[in-house]
């Protein structure tokens, strides 16, 4: 294909530079990514050869501005593999993942350049930089000596074949899960299968049934969609269908045949520990720890011994409690996996009176949209105008221009909420442009997908409480791409520590259970009332509820991650699966409970290396947002103007350009503490089930 008729070539003449979504095609990336690297590659060239000496600007700044037509076309594909994936842009991203892990080997191994950037940071107390200046300096040399610059040539060369299997062998193992999630579907076709199912249920179902193009006959579906199978799990009287999606939802990727990901996983583990011990390392957990607020395996371990034994407790009460009400309803066996979430729906109601299918009907999608935008605009001053006009890659997916409290153009907000095949589970935030003042401004493009079963045809699609304060979690990666002020694209956004990424995001979900937003957003989707006040004393009242539940089963994937990542041993455990029961039996897993991520579908640990020994970060980073929630309720109001401003400064707005550890204590006067976690999650001694 000639360059000339490549979109992803010319110019993009959407309002804001969007990508012109409705040309792209397959056949035009592959093409484009080798004209985009050897673009990089020239640009590269003219900095590691330039006669003049190294400074600031002919190197870093450089450095920074180079490769964006690279990185314009990179974050369109990744946008679209995850969310509008097809067999053919499948078969793409397969060929390209090592040629473009070669490439990235090749930028940070060049010798030349490297001499460059090494010269600068060896004097960089005499430079006399800006302290941003200074952040770019330190971020873009470990950048570096991480990806392999300080190793001898033979060490470069096998360390960079080894980032190209990874990369491959990464690929493979996200598109064997979305296999898994897209072929099951339960069909329920009778009245005793939809037994105990309320309505917002059943209208999900029917509308998977529908985008399936199933009939009338087989009119729902339960699908692996988190927002389709943990409401089934939680609500079906038919505890053989229940365990039926939940081994099919826990058993993704290991099904033998083309799509197994178990030796795949062991794969990825043996070349990451090949990685570690080129960089000396003895283990990838040692590696990847020193890059964190953590810094090492022992301050981890610290957070993990300071929450398991007091979820472990909170468990006891909440099983008991459990075992009472099936007791007491004449139900006969244990508490398998498959029943935790059924029988605590039931504690709930007759504890709370309580349960989602009255809480659903307030919890309109649209409105929850308009509760995250209105608390962006008190907090922030922004505003979120809908642009119909703006391209998107597919009909369900929403654009909307952002501009600040004083008009100016802040950025661009796509948001994907919609479950479908061709889009992977879980829900994340994307840039499809970082903001930056290098080379003149650049606004961000940021991207939010989440993964909520669609509302029948006609029908609202509704959310449960926990589907609104994930909408309000990616909602708060938004923020903090959105809200960026930095110089450097390399410091802009949520291109931060791994566990400091999640505090924006955790923080912002305060927001959702507010009185005064649930009063104002949270309204019958039929009759337009406000949420009734006895309501939100009550789910005010059951927040702590199965908390220990949930505590325990995210603490034990960390636990397992953990485990994984540190071994030693240069050759993985030969049956992962019966490695992850041995170390949940060695730390005292309670039967029944289970945990949220499998190994041999864990993608936040094998789609990519982003979180892989380091799941643990959304605990760290809630010991960060409830200390830092303190600051809202110490001040006694959530939209304090003055709490408000230091958040967005520190928080929000500094992306990498501030050390972690200094920009929380900047916003909160001091180093967090533990305290406010425990109390939140309801792990302290005292605290009821």
Not at 497 to 504: A, S
Not at 661 to 676: D, E, L, N, S
Request: proline share 5%; aromatic share 10%.
């Amino acid at each position: 294909m000639h360059h000339s008729t490549n979109p992803l070539l010319q110019d993009w003449t959407a309002p804001h530079g969007l990508p012109p979504f409705a040309d792209l095609r397959p056949e035009h990336f592959a093409p484009a990514f080798e004209a985009a690297m050897q673009q990089h590659r020239d640009e590269l060239r003219v900095i590691a050869t330039d006669t003049a000496a190294p400074d600031f600007d002919n190197t870093l700044a450089a450095f920074d501005r180079s490769g964006r037509l690279l990185g314009r076309i990179a974050t369109v594909f990744y946008a679209l593999t995850a969310s509008e994936t097809s067999a053919e842009l499948q078969a793409v991203q397969r060929a390209m993942a090592a040629p473009l892990a070669a490439h990235n080997s090749a930028t940070y191994m060049d010798m030349a350049l490297f001499a460059r950037v090494d010269a600068l940071h060896r004097d960089r107390a005499a430079l006399g930089l800006s302290p941003e200046q200074l952040r770019l300096l330190e971020r873009v040399h470990l950048d570096f000596v991480r990806a392999g610059a300080r190793l001898e040539p033979a060490a470069q060369r096998r360390y960079a074949e080894v980032m190209q299997e990874l990369a491959a062998l990464t690929t493979r193992f996200a598109q064997n899960v979305l296999h898994d999630e897209s072929a099951f579907q339960m069909v329920l076709r009778t009245e005793d299968e939809l037994a105990g199912l309320p309505d917002f249920v059943r209208a999900a179902a029917r509308q998977a049934a529908a985008e399936r193009g199933l009939d009338a006959d087989n009119g729902h579906v339960i699908t692996l969609s988190r927002s389709l199978v943990v409401p089934f799990l939680t609500f079906s009287a038919r505890r053989d269908l229940r365990e039926q999606a939940w081994r099919a939802w826990t058993s993704r990727g290991e099904h033998a045949g083309e799509h197994d990901n178990r030796d795949v996983a062991r794969q990825i583990l043996r070349l990451r520990n090949e990685q570690a011990r080129l960089h000396g390392h003895a283990s990838y957990a040692d590696y990847a720890l020193t890059d964190t607020m953590a810094g090492n395996h022992a301050s981890v371990q610290r957070l993990l011994d300071e929450v398991w034994p007091r979820a472990l407790k909170a468990v006891q009460r909440e099983r008991a409690a459990l075992e009472a009400v099936m007791a007491a309803e004449g139900a006969a066996g244990t508490i398998e996996s498959w029943d935790w979430r059924f029988w605590a729906e039931k504690v709930r109601q007759q504890r709370y009176a309580l349960d989602d299918a009255e809480v659903k009907p307030y919890f309109l999608l649209d409105n929850v949209v308009q509760a995250a935008f209105d608390c962006a605009q008190r907090l922030f001053g922004l505003r979120f105008t809908p642009r119909a006009d703006l391209p998107v890659y597919h009909p369900d997916v929403k654009a909307y221009e952002v501009t600040g409290a004083d008009g100016a153009l802040v950025g661009v907000f796509v948001q994907d909420n919609f479950a479908r095949a061709s889009k992977r589970s879980g829900a994340w935030m994307s840039s499809l442009r970082w903001q930056s003042r290098n080379g003149g401004f650049r606004a961000p493009v940021i991207l939010n997908n989440n993964n909520f079963a669609k509302g029948a045809s006609g029908a609202p699609t509704l959310l449960s409480l926990d589907d609104a304060r994930t909408l309000f979690h990616e909602f708060g990666h938004g923020l903090h791409g959105l809200l960026s002020d930095v110089t450097y694209e390399r410091l802009s956004g949520t291109q931060v520590l791994r566990d400091f990424v999640e505090l924006p995001s955790q923080l912002f979900e305060h927001w959702i259970t507010e009185p005064e937003v649930l009063r104002k957003h949270a309204r019958h989707w039929q009759t337009g009332a406000p949420i009734p006040d006895d309501l939100v004393r009550r789910m005010q009242a059951a927040r702590r509820f199965n908390q220990g539940y949930e505590t325990v089963r995210y603490t034990a994937s960390a636990i397992v991650d953990m485990a994984v990542h540190a071994l030693p041993d240069a050759e993985p455990p030969a049956d992962l699966c019966a490695f992850e029961a041995q170390v949940l039996q060695r730390h005292g897993l309670p039967p029944g409970v289970g945990l949220n991520h499998r190994l041999v579908h864990f993608q936040h640990l094998f789609s990519s290396s982003g979180y892989a020994a380091g799941y643990y970060v959304y605990l760290w980073a809630e010991v960060l947002d409830a200390d830092g929630y303190g600051a809202f309720r110490e001040a006694g109001n959530p939209f304090d103007p003055q709490v408000a401003a230091a958040l967005r400064r520190y928080i929000y707005g500094a992306g990498n350009s501030l050390e972690p550890g200094a920009a929380f204590a900047a916003f909160r006067g001091r180093a967090p503490t533990v305290q406010p976690l425990l109390d939140k999650r309801g792990l302290l001694e005292d605290a009821p089930a």
